[in-house]
């Protein structure tokens, strides 16, 4: 049963440029969320994806965007990188949007560096 | 608005001893509340989770954690430490419908052989 993949899992950019991050679901999981973790930080929410649309968004600026697709993988985007985007990227996923009890499964993260 | 505290930034225990990792909350209304742990250059590892009934939860790896809602605190324990818990731990709440998890800062655990 594969869980939360990501890609890629580390990332050098330039500041100024554009980056996509990828994300598939554990299986059966419908609902697909991002968080940014900056370096001895606790995860911050960015934004959850539920049949194909936004549906909560955290305290993040519009050059954070993303997308869900049909099979439920999702992208974040980000553009005109700052040096304060270097963090460790988790996507988060897990079944149906308005379950609150049910927990995310975390995938390994992808590590973005700006530079 | 919905915050959580991890007041200690690293936890010390011998292999063996009992662990304690403490977390409070703040929040209006009735929170789901979640134990995380992350290992290096890894994901979070969902460990227990509260959402009502018993006081004590019992979790992933022999973990438990205390719900006690008059001192809003959520405190991770296990019995008897392994040099292998030595991880980050996270405490998260969810307040709302959907997967926004307000995460604390995080705590470092070092289990000494």
């Known amino acids: 049963d594969a869980g939360v993949t990501q890609s890629p899992t580390h990332l050098i950019k330039t500041r100024g440029q554009q980056v996509t991050l990828r994300c598939s679901p554990k299986?059966?999981?419908?609902?697909v969320s991002w968080y940014q973790q900056a370096l001895g930080q606790g995860p911050q929410f960015i934004f959850q994806?539920?049949?194909?649309?936004?549906?909560q968004r955290g305290n993040f600026p519009d050059r954070f965007s993303g997308h869900q697709f049909p099979n439920y993988s999702s992208e974040l985007n980000v553009n005109a990188l700052l040096l304060g985007d270097s963090a460790l990227y988790l996507c988060?996923?897990?079944?149906?949007?308005?379950?609150?009890?049910?927990?995310?499964?975390f995938g390994n993260g992808t590590r973005l560096t700006v530079t | 608005a919905q915050s959580v505290a991890q007041p200690e930034d690293q936890v010390n225990v011998a292999e063996g001893n009992p662990l304690t990792v403490k977390c409070t909350y703040s929040v209006s209304g009735n929170p789901y509340l979640f134990w995380y742990v992350q290992y290096p250059n890894r994901g979070l590892q969902f460990l227990l989770k509260y959402i009502t009934g018993d006081n004590l939860v019992k979790g992933s790896y022999g973990f438990e954690a205390e719900f006690n809602k008059s001192q809003t605190s959520f405190h991770l324990k296990k019995p008897s430490a392994l040099v292998s818990d030595s991880a980050l731990y996270f405490c998260a709440v969810r307040m709302t419908a959907g997967n926004k998890l307000t995460f604390g800062g995080g705590t470092r655990v070092l289990v000494k052989p």
């Open positions: 988060a996923s897990s079944w149906g949007d308005r379950v609150r009890r049910s927990p995310l499964h």
């Open positions: 994806y539920y049949e194909e649309e936004e549906r």
């Open positions: 299986s059966g999981h419908d609902t």
